[in-house]
């Protein structure tokens, strides 16, 4: 298929140009593990307490070094860079190429989450020494089967999601403002702070219905065995109807965001 | 203080730039690979050149990209530290960036620029007042003189985004100038620039080296910029000097020809035309009536008149050899290529 | 003095560029609220399965929490933008007119950006303090206000100073444009009191990567629990930070004056 081949000469060149900021992106990489690893410390110090969570604590430390893991390979950062392309009409050169723009963007997500991982695994393999025999990775290869699935689909959600917002930038002057406040909120719905299980038991309706799960939580959520097998299905249901969603989203934002774009001429 | 004694406003003996740099090859195989083994080289910018700028001169800085041009510029502003020999400006040794020197001097660069692009070019003006220290009276009158010496006085309050590209050089210039240094040092001032604003920044700079007395070193792609501002030039290719002395000078001696323009009035017969050129050589043109010719300048009087006796004469011009011309032969003998 | 007055000019034109882009105020303002209610809920998430953790109480807690939101204005205003910037000047040259100027570098460069829209965060995060500080029981007195803001000003001025030392390393690094992330994961922990985390990390917070004189200190001192011989630590810690940059900027400057081109 000719839209795969482009993007694989995409990831390519995105490879290439991702090498050269290695160091920026090791530093990046640190942060990766830093910061769910303070949030980890702040969750053992209350478990301490002695009180009973949801969580146990081996469950607690297999949660957040996933979590640095999961949060690399469904993170995005495009969504201001898409909105600035709108804006100072830096998609006219796109639009004379026979290929849709987001590829563009796929390419480069993907490439540079290539040279990441490699640079991340062994980071936080060092943070799994220090929590020696508390990291609890099942061994049933069924929920790996199922992690692994999960991951793509959640990346792309979490890729579309962000897309979408800045493609609002056909029709809004400035979505910075948006994109700041749609990080924060998600990063929290997401479960990065908090997971999502210590969240009271009256909004986990409103938790599992909600798309930032699937844009993190999710995945981690199967690995650490934290959900039943009806729940699971449930979830699948719910991640595949976004995916549907936001893919149509995308297309007719597209196709209507592009006629106005033309018509200024910008 | 103690006051330094100089004779000469820049003196520069056996300067030299070295730098070390990393060799990648092209490629992904070339970025991983210079991921593990990183090939160091070095390059000689500026190898060992030596001159002497008077006060109150204008010398132009002639020479290909890469030359070593801006590099030298640097050097003498303070902002790179030379590798070997030895510079002063104004009595001072520009590397040690002592207050006092700095507020002496001025860099401008026509590819950079110190104006906030989203406020009038006036905030920046009184934030230099404030660097420099200047008195108030002192800096309104010098922002008046030179709002109106390069006619930009009306557009202070301007946001600078919304000037246009020569306003914003002007501007430049003047946000430079306001502490009224002794040296001002130019790299590319005119690059990019319209032709008549290309002229206007030149008009300013002649002025303002009649009224200030301000020494003036600028380097420059456009042989107008230099033939317009220049008396004296240094030529410079591969980090060496070529040629230091009057344009007029340099022209004489890389061109010992003229150019000579003759147009007839009507078709003059060959044999005739070659007889009253006495052997000099033809440059041939699409235009049967227009005759060039490159004549050497001892030979000039006589074959002009000659040419004037053959009758039917409708124009006849003699200029020199184009600037542009001269400087490449200059590199073409030191076997370069010559940019711009 | 001239470096306050250069300081004011700075300061005027920064305001001019918040007039020229009004929104931006608003926006900011906007997200520091929902920066503030997203971490009073992760406090009240985390204080639904017990009502002290290493010693903290969620009122105190949430005081910290207001406590962190004012470090976090006061470095967003005059900090973050500088830091940012740093690597900036070192790959597009804009360096060289830094050093041109008459006036010192590490001065132009540290003070020279500010972002005044952080100062709408300041009303919403004392506001915090205030209401946590009443629940749990704080006696407000001006001795404890002033010990909290000296704490509070070594700790922004140590971070000042571990940050300057992050981005100073930007001129031997050059495509190093992320190099500021490492301070936001040495930042991140300062949301938390110090005596959350154990043994020796709690050591190199409160010493080596001092954020506990930020957010941790600043808060005791509102709650009349400080020790006040700790001020005298910070106060040698910060000033020691300042010349430590101070020779490491220089000897950054020179490199970048012998190696740049």
Request: proline share 4%; hydrophobic share 50%; glycine share 8%.
């Amino acid at each position: 298929m000719r839209a795969l081949r482009i993007v694989r000469r995409l990831v390519l060149l995105n490879v290439m140009a991702t090498l050269e900021y290695r160091g920026s992106f090791f530093i990046y990489m640190l942060n990766a593990v830093i910061v769910p690893l303070i949030t980890l410390m702040v969750w053992l110090a209350v478990s301490e307490q002695g009180v009973r969570l949801p969580y146990s604590r081996e469950q607690l430390v297999t949660y957040y070094l996933t979590l640095s893991v999961v949060s690399i390979v469904c993170s995005t950062w495009l969504a201001e860079y898409v909105a600035e392309a709108i804006r100072l009409g830096k998609l006219s050169s796109w639009l004379l190429r026979p290929a849709p723009y987001i590829l563009h963007d796929i390419g480069n997500n993907i490439g540079e989450k290539v040279v990441k991982l490699p640079m991340l695994l062994p980071l936080v393999g060092l943070a799994g020494l220090l929590f020696r025999g508390e990291v609890h990775l099942p061994s049933d290869p069924a929920r790996w089967l199922l992690f692994l699935a999960c991951l793509p689909v959640t990346a792309a959600i979490a890729f579309l999601l962000d897309f979408v917002l800045g493609s609002l930038a056909f029709w809004v002057q400035d979505v910075s403002g948006l994109i700041r406040a749609k990080s924060l909120v998600g990063a929290f719905l997401a479960g990065e702070f908090v997971p999502l299980a210590l969240f009271p038991h009256e909004v986990s309706g409103f938790l599992d219905l909600q798309p930032f799960r699937y844009t993190l939580s999710f995945p981690i959520e199967i690995l650490t065995g934290q959900l039943t097998p009806a729940r699971t299905a449930q979830g699948f249901a719910v991640e595949s109807a976004y995916i549907v969603g936001l893919w149509a989203c995308y297309r007719l934002m597209w196709r209507y965001g592009l006629r106005s774009y033309s018509a200024v001429g910008a | 203080m103690l006051t330094t004694r100089y004779e000469y406003a820049i003196e520069v003996e056996g300067l030299s730039k070295t730098y070390a740099y990393h060799h990648k090859e092209p490629g992904l195989r070339g970025s991983l690979r210079s991921l593990f083994r990183r090939r160091i080289l070095e390059r000689r910018a500026v190898d060992g050149i030596s001159f002497r700028i008077e006060t109150g001169e204008v010398v132009g800085f002639l020479g290909p990209n890469g030359a070593g041009k801006t590099t030298t510029l640097k050097m003498l502003s303070g902002l790179l530290y030379l590798t070997s020999g030895h510079a002063e400006v104004l009595g001072h040794t520009p590397s040690r960036r002592e207050p006092e020197y700095l507020r002496q001097i001025a860099l401008v660069m026509g590819q950079k620029s110190m104006l906030w692009w989203d406020i009038p070019a006036m905030e920046t003006l009184l934030l230099h007042k404030e660097m420099y220290d200047l008195p108030d009276k002192e800096f309104r009158a010098t922002v008046r003189e030179l709002g109106e010496m390069l006619d930009v006085g009306h557009l202070l309050g301007v946001q600078v985004r919304k000037l246009s590209l020569g306003e914003r050089m002007k501007m430049e210039l003047l946000v430079a100038l306001v502490h009224r240094p002794k040296v001002l040092f130019l790299d590319e001032p005119t690059i990019g620039l319209d032709v008549v604003s290309q002229q206007r920044v030149r008009e300013f700079l002649s002025e303002l080296n009649r009224r200030e007395g301000t020494t003036v070193l600028l380097t420059s792609h456009y042989m107008d910029d230099v033939e317009a501002l220049c008396p004296r030039v240094l030529v410079i290719d591969q980090g060496r000097i070529h040629f230091d002395g009057a344009l007029t000078e340099l022209v004489e001696s890389t061109a010992p020809e003229k150019l000579v323009t003759v147009v007839f009035a009507q078709p003059v017969p060959g044999d005739e035309l070659a007889a009253a050129l006495g052997g000099v050589e033809l440059i041939p043109t699409e235009d049967p009536l227009r005759v060039r010719l490159s004549v050497p300048r001892e030979r000039v009087a006589g074959v002009t008149a000659g040419i004037v006796r053959l009758g039917g004469v409708a124009d006849l011009t003699i200029q020199d050899v184009p600037v542009e011309e001269i400087v490449r032969r200059v590199f073409t003998a030191s076997g370069r290529e010559v940019a711009g | 003095m001239r470096y306050l007055r250069v300081w004011r000019r700075y300061l005027l034109i920064s305001l001019a560029l918040v007039m020229e882009y009004r929104v931006n105020f608003l926006v900011s303002v906007l997200t520091g609220l929902v920066e503030l209610g997203l971490a009073v809920l992760t406090f009240v998430l985390m204080f639904r399965f017990t009502n002290d953790v290493a010693g903290w109480s969620r009122a105190e807690v949430l005081m910290l929490a207001g406590v962190y939101r004012v470090v976090d204005a006061l470095i967003t205003l005059q900090v973050s933008p500088n830091m940012h910037a740093i690597p900036e000047y070192v790959q597009e040259g804009q360096m060289d007119f830094v050093l041109l100027w008459p006036v010192s570098s590490r001065f132009t460069v540290s003070v020279r950006l500010m972002n005044l829209p952080a100062l709408g965060n300041l009303v919403s995060a004392v506001a915090l303090i205030v209401y946590a500080g009443n629940q749990a029981g704080v006696r407000w007195s001006p001795g404890g206000v002033a010990e909290a803001a000296a704490f509070m000003l070594c700790g922004v001025v140590l971070l000042y100073c571990l940050w300057f030392l992050i981005v100073t390393c930007s001129f031997w690094l050059v495509t190093l444009d992320t190099i500021s992330d490492l301070f936001y994961g040495v930042f991140e922990a300062a949301r938390y009191p110090v005596s959350f985390f154990r043994g020796v990390l709690r050591v190199v917070l409160t010493f080596a990567v001092p954020v506990a004189f930020a957010t941790t200190f600043p808060t005791q001192s509102l709650l009349g629990a400080a020790d006040t011989r700790l001020l005298a630590v910070g106060v040698v810690l910060a000033a020691a930070g300042l010349v430590l940059t101070q020779l490491f900027w220089s000897y950054a400057v020179r490199h970048y004056s012998s190696a740049s081109s």
